[in-house]
């Protein structure tokens, strides 16, 4: 069960390893999720629902920023809820997050409270990725589609399209209806989804949370640290030559190391920090996540935040193992970011 104790740590362990998380917007979804969050939700395992139960992903589509300036009035996710219910004639008996970094671990508890359904331990990716079919549900062979939004004007809008289209469609929707809106997408059983999920990962964000645990509890598969340094140089960069559609521009975050080899190493980013260079030597790459740690506050840094001059610990998150397969390569690895390794 998470109530409004569990919620603060849930907000604490969702943080550990998020980028893109604006302090406003996080703040809305918090007091969002403590209001509507009552006596608490059900956490339960897809394994242990009826494997006929009918499961929903929920997710923030568009920009978080957009989420702190334009604020929802309540009901977006059970309005997407009950708008793919409607559309598939079956009652939704579960949600489960996309992915579980920052707000979006916190509007499927939302979803869960507000529809009256429990909450499954899991997400769909285990770390953060910035397209809406680069997910383990998808790699199981579950669309996103179909797939309802509802913006915080009241919009409302139902996609039936080929899950390599959804990200194209979602994405001048979203703008139209002010920057965000709460999605529900990849319907599915509950067998399909225990045999799809990243597991666990909402007990671990809720044990992560808890003051004086370690950030590693945050990542099952295991964390290591890359370097300590200081930025010396944030600059632009060409893209490595592949046209891919990602909602930001490349760019390269130079780190010299402070101890041990004092090592240069490179970061190039496509929307996410996705290969490390140590001495022009490929040290990280995607699907595993790569992370910025401020050393002065131990908050994630975002690419578009980092500057010269910033001390940062770089770490590297493993992804699950389904990422590693040939498959969860094509979706994740670095060449589904641009660069052709």
Not at 48 to 77: H, N, Y
Not at 202 to 207: A, C, G, Q
Not at 237 to 265: K, M, N, Q, W
């Amino acid at each position: 069960m998470i109530d409004s104790v569990a919620l603060a740590a849930l907000a604490a362990g969702s943080r550990l390893f998020a980028t893109g998380a604006a302090e406003a917007s996080f703040r809305v979804a918090l007091d969002w999720a403590g209001a509507v969050i009552g006596e608490g939700v059900a956490l339960v395992r897809a394994e242990d629902l009826p494997a006929d139960t009918l499961c929903v992903a929920i997710s923030l589509v568009g920009s978080t920023t957009a989420l702190g300036e334009q604020l929802p009035a309540g009901e977006e996710p059970a309005r997407a809820v009950r708008a793919l219910e409607r559309w598939l004639g079956v009652r939704v008996g579960a949600v489960v997050a996309l992915n579980l970094a920052a707000e979006n671990a916190l509007l499927p508890l939302v979803a869960a409270a507000t529809a009256g359904v429990p909450l499954v331990d899991g997400d769909g990716t285990g770390r953060v990725f910035p397209l809406v079919e680069q997910t383990t549900y998808t790699l199981g062979g579950v669309s996103a589609a179909p797939l309802a939004m509802a913006g915080p004007s009241g919009e409302l809008a139902l996609l039936e399209t080929a899950p390599d289209r959804v990200e194209d469609l979602v994405r001048p929707l979203v703008l139209s209806m002010g920057g965000w809106a709460a999605a529900a997408c990849y319907p599915m059983a509950a067998r399909d989804l225990a045999r799809v999920q990243v597991p666990g990962t909402v007990s671990r964000l809720l044990e992560a949370g808890v003051a004086g645990a370690d950030r590693s509890v945050a990542a099952p598969y295991g964390v290591r640290m890359l370097c300590r340094g200081q930025i010396t140089a944030v600059e632009g960069s060409t893209g490595h030559g592949l046209d891919v559609a990602l909602p930001s521009l490349p760019s390269s975050i130079v780190v010299r190391e402070s101890e041990g080899l004092r090592r240069l190493v490179r970061l190039e980013a496509h929307n996410e920090i996705v290969l490390a260079l140590a001495d022009g030597a490929a040290v990280a790459m995607a699907p595993d996540q790569i992370c910025m740690i401020s050393a002065a506050d131990g908050v994630v840094v975002d690419v578009d935040k980092a500057g010269p001059g910033m001390e940062v610990e770089v770490m590297v998150v493993r992804a699950a193992p389904v990422w590693h397969t040939e498959r969860g390569q094509a979706l994740g690895g670095v060449r589904a970011f641009g660069i052709p390794l």
